[in-house]
T-cell receptor, first 106, second 116 residues
């Protein structure tokens, strides 16, 4: 919804770093969220960006460029439990992307 | 403390029937959101309540869908004349409204609705 684009699926190796990109329509932008959703479960909050730059929280970091309508989620030291869908969502109502399914392989 | 709860967890109904889905938000959260999610898709925004009033109902797909939150706490999503295309997981989320504008949403486990 609302022109939020993110890759459908990605695969990475345990211990590696992966970057999940999200582009969005900039009009009416009030902030961008990243959520993690394991199969069959509800989404859980990961990060929130409203200003440009990088927000770091442990193994997870999120970056925002408002002028480019672009964000990414960076996951370091991947663990098997990180296999999930990662949803990008923007404020001004709450529009979610379709999610990026991340497969972490040993 | 208790998180967001939704009942029922599963609902199977027949085409044309009426259903009600209930959401109990986290105590004290003023904002409440309804979404529906189909397999392989992100949550689709339906409606957002601020207190008792619907602040944004632009996501409701048609007039068969209606939601209420009469006392600013529990909310009920009502679907009339259900259609097979209404089958999805209906998610409810709540958030406190802070001055900084960060409205982190806490999601309930969802109600899986199947319309036969």
């Amino acid at each position: 919804g609302q022109n939020i684009d993110q890759p459908t699926e990605m695969t990475a190796t345990e211990g590696a770093i992966v970057q999940i990109n999200c582009t969005y329509q900039t009009s009416g932008f009030n902030g961008l969220f990243w959520y993690q959703q394991h199969a069959g479960e509800a989404p859980t909050f990961l990060s929130y960006n409203v200003l440009d730059g990088l927000e770091e929280k442990g193994r997870f970091s999120s970056f925002l460029s408002r002028s480019k309508g672009y964000s990414y989620l960076l996951l370091k030291e991947l663990q098997m439990k990180d296999s999930a869908s990662y949803l990008c969502a923007r404020l001004a109502a709450f529009y979610f992307g379709s999610g990026t399914k991340l497969n972490v392989k040993p | 403390g208790a998180g967001v709860s939704q009942t029922p967890s599963n609902k199977v109904t027949e085409k044309g029937k009426y259903v009600e889905l209930r959401c109990d938000p986290i105590s004290g959260h003023t904002a409440l959101y309804w979404y529906r999610q189909s397999l392989g898709q992100g949550p689709e925004f339906l409606i957002y309540f601020q207190g008792t009033g619907a602040a944004d109902d632009s996501g409701l797909p048609n007039d068969r869908f209606f939601a209420v939150r009469p006392e600013g706490s529990v909310s009920t999503l009502k679907i009339q004349r259900t259609e097979r295309g209404d089958s999805a997981v209906y998610l409810c989320a709540s958030s406190p409204i802070t001055g900084e504008g960060k409205n982190e949403q806490f999601f309930g486990p969802g109600t899986r609705l199947t319309v036969l």
